[in-house]
């Protein structure tokens, strides 16, 4: 149990295009989802925070109009690169969990690749 | 703000012998989780071990075992029996126990594991 899908696995894609990456919980309701990127041989950064229905919570620095989420169900949130530049390039992962008075443990997509061109 | 350091960018070790991966982090709260991923070349995040700080024990599945010493915010793994398969970059991360599944994870840079034949 608790899968974790995410898609596309691999974009490669022109300057200028907006890209968009979903993650989705296959058996289990998210009530949160979270972002990463990942940078080669680097860590993963956390990117922002969503909860279905509400408005996601950027980290520090990054831009909340160039790096679109939605949670609009409880088992989806999609992430869409606007007017991606090269620099965007990088590896994006997303994870889920379940809010709770205890713990619940994110569980991870396979992540996404994205080359802008 | 959390902070996670793993000071050792890469560790060599041969088959069937003893590693342990080095871990210190930051932090201002009393009860919080640490964790233990794995990320082979495929990228997928895989759950290694996890310690809850209220624990005294250290956790231990299978091969794998921490150190968890909470006065000096130090958290490393023990991997016994290295096998060929366990090669991959690890990392060491941290989640505060109160957000009760909000908060994202703070990880630290890795450590890339080489086992050598």
């Known amino acids: 149990g608790a899968v974790v899908s995410q898609h596309p696995s691999r974009v490669i894609c022109k300057s200028g295009t907006s890209v968009k990456i979903e993650c989705r919980s296959l058996?289990?309701?998210?009530?949160?989802m979270f972002w990463y990127r990942q940078f080669p041989k680097k860590s993963l950064m956390l990117m922002a925070t969503?909860?279905?229905?509400?408005?996601?919570?950027?980290e520090q620095g990054v831009e909340k109009d160039k790096f679109l989420i939605n949670h609009a169900s409880l088992t989806l949130s999609t992430l869409t690169v606007t007017s991606a530049h090269p620099e965007d390039s990088s590896f994006y992962i997303c994870?889920?969990?379940?809010?709770?008075?205890?713990?619940?443990?994110?569980?991870f997509g396979d992540g996404t690749r994205l080359s802008i061109l | 703000a959390q902070t996670v350091t793993q000071s050792q960018p890469e560790m060599s070790v041969q088959e069937a012998e003893t590693v342990t991966l080095s871990c210190t982090y930051d932090?201002?709260?009393?009860?919080?989780?640490l964790f233990w991923y794995k990320q082979p070349p495929s990228r997928q995040m895989i759950l290694v071990i996890r310690?809850?700080?209220?624990?005294?024990q250290n956790a231990t599945e299978n091969r794998f075992s921490v150190n968890f010493q909470k006065a000096a915010k130090s958290f490393s793994l023990k991997i016994s029996d290295s096998q060929l398969g366990d090669a991959a970059m690890y990392f060491c991360?941290?989640?505060?126990?109160?957000?009760?599944?909000?908060?994202?994870?703070?990880f630290g840079k890795g450590t890339h594991l080489i086992i050598q034949p």
């Open positions: 994870s889920a969990t379940q809010q709770g008075a205890a713990y619940q443990p994110q569980h």
């Open positions: 058996d289990f309701q998210a009530t949160t």
């Open positions: 969503s909860n279905e229905g509400s408005k996601a919570t950027y």
């Open positions: 932090t201002s709260e009393s009860d919080y989780y």
């Open positions: 310690q809850e700080a209220y624990k005294q």
């Open positions: 991360a941290y989640i505060p126990y109160s957000g009760g599944g909000a908060d994202g994870l703070t």
